[in-house]
């Protein structure tokens, strides 16, 4: 029997189109998923493929309902048998935090691979073929399953939980820094040398089927003088906030004195992309450590923790586990 595999697309670069063979002043999500298999022949030898195009956007137009929506999706096809996992099309930019709530929130253990391209469709050596055609090699692969949401890019394999954009322009621009990679790809064959530790998918508590929006949280950048104007503004337009901080999660007494007034939960990242903030480093007792979370990655955790009615005093807990 073949295996099936179900692409969920959403656009990015990976479906953008330019001036034949050019790399920059290209327009995002152009082409359609169908367009990309139909310029792919190789992935019907990998699996029967299922398209579903969920929109055709630049990533940094992607929103809450969308991730609420591919959740959804998600859950519910894994419960065909036939289906052994998912492909997801995804620009770039914002990639990592689609990887991480769906990490969060699909309760399934077949795999569900994120893809994209640095380059256009449309450029000399488009990445985007080669990436698709892996990524399926993955989704249908029994190593990968249970792994939580993978990210697929260059011939690596990411956990959704570490992998961020580290360059505007190289083919390697996703990755996970400091923690590397969980594996590799060769020639469609799947090598994983490492499993992610925290929790996801079928042990996360995280369930968004009863939602369509998230709350809001506000992450808030600390450089020298930065304006605590802002700070108060934020935290009273939203229901929570993440402050990347200097160093080990630092910023200012100025900072600090409006930090220890607030009532809406307050976590604290760094600015830095390597490192780890603990409960030890905290500079006011009312907020909370976000262990080595980017801050946009703490956000999504937070305006989880927030919709499904986590009690404050368990916070530090969920960002110990997740
Ligand atoms: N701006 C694009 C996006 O995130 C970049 C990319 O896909 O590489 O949709």
Redesign the pocket.
């Known amino acids: 029997m073949r295996n099936k595999v179900i692409i969920l697309a959403t656009?990015?670069?990976?479906a953008?189109v330019g001036e034949d063979g050019k790399i920059v002043g290209y327009k995002?999500?152009t082409l359609t998923i169908d367009d990309l298999i139909a310029a792919t022949p190789k992935l019907k030898d990998v699996a029967d493929i299922e398209a579903l195009q969920i929109c055709n956007?630049?990533?940094?137009d992607i929103t809450d309902r969308i991730w609420i929506k591919l959740a959804n999706k998600i859950n519910e096809l894994a419960k065909d048998l036939d289906v052994v996992g998912f492909v997801i099309t995804?620009?770039?930019?914002?990639?990592e935090e689609t990887a991480y709530f769906l990490n969060l929130t699909v309760k399934t253990d077949k795999p569900v691979v994120f893809t994209?391209?640095?380059r256009p469709a449309t450029s000399i050596s488009a990445d985007g073929y080669m990436n698709l055609y892996e990524a399926l090699c993955v989704a249908v692969s029994k190593e990968a399953k249970g792994k939580g949401v993978l990210v697929v890019f260059s011939d690596c394999i990411f956990a959704a939980r570490t992998v961020t954009k580290t360059s505007t322009y190289h083919v390697t621009a996703i990755s996970s820094s400091g923690m590397g990679a969980m594996g590799i790809v060769r020639d469609g064959r799947v090598y994983l040398y490492a499993s992610p530790f925290k929790c996801h998918t079928l042990e996360s508590i995280f369930d968004v089927s009863k939602i369509d929006v998230l709350p809001k949280v506000s992450i808030l950048y600390f450089s020298v003088d930065a304006n605590p104007g802002l700070l108060e503004y934020a935290a009273k337009s939203s229901d929570g906030i993440v402050i990347a901080g200097a160093g080990a999660g630092e910023f200012s007494e100025a900072y600090k004195s409006i930090v220890d007034k607030l009532e809406i939960p307050v976590v604290v990242c760094s600015r830095i992309d390597d490192g780890i903030i603990l409960k030890e480093n905290l500079l006011c007792d009312n907020t909370v450590a976000a262990d080595n979370l980017s801050p946009q990655k703490a956000a999504i955790l937070l305006r989880l923790a927030i919709a499904c009615k986590v009690e404050k005093s368990h916070l530090q807990e969920i960002f110990t586990k997740y």
Not at 11 to 14: A, F, H, K, L, V
């Open positions: 656009g990015g670069t990976i953008g995002p999500g956007i630049n990533s940094d995804h620009g770039t930019d914002t990639m994209g391209s640095m």
